[in-house]
């Protein structure tokens, strides 16, 4: 079993920056492959970045390359999502979630992953 906590959402001016973390407890939170998505007003839980278990391979849809960044550290139990020139667009409630998959394709999938936080609210204001 794993719990996942979000922290580091808010307000923010368009242009502006946040940087989320989800703190793991529980089992060998090493051994997972770590996720965020989000979820915008009134749509889908989409998938914004994955990081394998390792770090070595790192995932993100090609609308959202070069303004956000995964990582984790695995001494600390945490990973972390690193947003820059955030956009009105980018409005939603953040989830974290963790998996034991480790492929590109099945990482980009909600249904890959076991455990979710509770989600944290990000608003970016124009």
């Known amino acids: 079993q794993v719990q996942l906590v979000e922290s580091g959402g808010g307000l923010v001016q368009a242009g502006g920056s946040l940087r989320l973390s989800c703190a793991a407890s529980?089992?060998?939170?090493?051994?997972?492959?770590m996720g965020w998505f989000r979820q915008p007003p009134g749509k889908e839980r989409e998938f914004i970045a994955a990081i394998t278990w390792s770090g070595d391979s790192i995932y993100y849809p090609d609308s959202l390359k070069g303004r956000f960044t995964i990582s984790r550290d695995n001494a600390k139990n945490t990973v972390y999502l690193q947003m820059n020139s955030l956009k009105p667009e980018d409005t939603a409630v953040y989830y974290c979630?963790?998996?034991?998959?480790?492929?590109?394709?099945?990482?980009?999938?909600?249904?890959?992953?076991?455990?979710w936080g509770q989600g944290t609210q990000v608003t970016v204001s124009s």
């Open positions: 529980g089992r060998a939170f090493s051994r997972y492959a």
């Open positions: 979630a963790a998996g034991v998959a480790d492929r590109s394709w099945e990482l980009r999938r909600k249904a890959e992953y076991d455990y």
